[in-house]
């Protein structure tokens, strides 16, 4: 038994649908989020979107049926469980993950723990996401949004550009690629651009 009351459940097939549900008077308990909702493969931007509405703070679990043993899967996973300091979603963490593909045994373990809104993630994503974390501090230790504005500054893109692409401010895009030029110690776009390529960001690093 998952719990000692009743539990009522409201599907949302839209974003903004779900948006609608945590604005509303009678606002769920828990959200259960796949980041392809929308058959929109938004990744973090789904959940970024959700939170930035999410004025009760309502615990939100990932939902997701992504390939674990893909580092960019494992990075946007990353960013929503463990979100760096400089990130939105710092105040704004998931509770939890169940990927989609769970053994029942599984699933009925982690929807125990995060129904008593306790935080609950398979063993072998910890491992994936220390690993991951393990590899990137490597090379340059950018957090999951820098890493993202990398990727647009190896393809050559302008601030306006990255910003319409990430769906963030122009002036939130200036000062990550602020923060970025600090820490590989470069002073313009163009020398940014080099060190990333040649550290395995970009094109590379598809």
Request: aromatic fraction near 8%.
């Amino acid at each position: 038994m998952l719990s000692d009351t009743p539990l009522k459940f409201t599907a949302a097939f839209t974003l903004d649908h779900a948006i609608e549900c945590i604005r509303d008077d009678h606002a769920p308990d828990l959200v259960f989020l796949d980041l392809n909702l929308d058959r929109n493969d938004r990744g973090t931007a789904t959940f970024e979107k959700l939170q930035s509405h999410n004025r009760s703070r309502i615990p939100v679990v990932i939902l997701s049926g992504m390939d674990l043993y893909e580092p960019k899967n494992i990075g946007i996973l990353r960013e929503c469980l463990f979100p760096d300091k400089e990130s939105f979603l710092f105040d704004f963490a998931a509770l939890g993950f169940i990927p989609k593909g769970s053994s029942v045994e599984d699933a009925f373990v982690g929807l125990g723990r995060l129904l008593s809104k306790e935080p609950w993630i398979p063993q072998h994503l910890m491992r994936e996401i220390v690993a991951h974390r393990q590899s990137e501090e490597n090379t340059y230790p950018l957090s999951s949004r820098q890493r993202q504005v990398a990727e647009c500054l190896t393809r050559g893109l302008q601030n306006r550009e990255i910003a319409r692409e990430l769906k963030l401010s122009p002036l939130w895009v200036t000062q990550i690629t602020a923060q970025i030029y600090k820490k590989l110690r470069v002073s313009n776009r163009t020398k940014a651009a080099g060190v990333l390529l040649n550290a395995g960001y970009g094109v590379t690093r598809q």
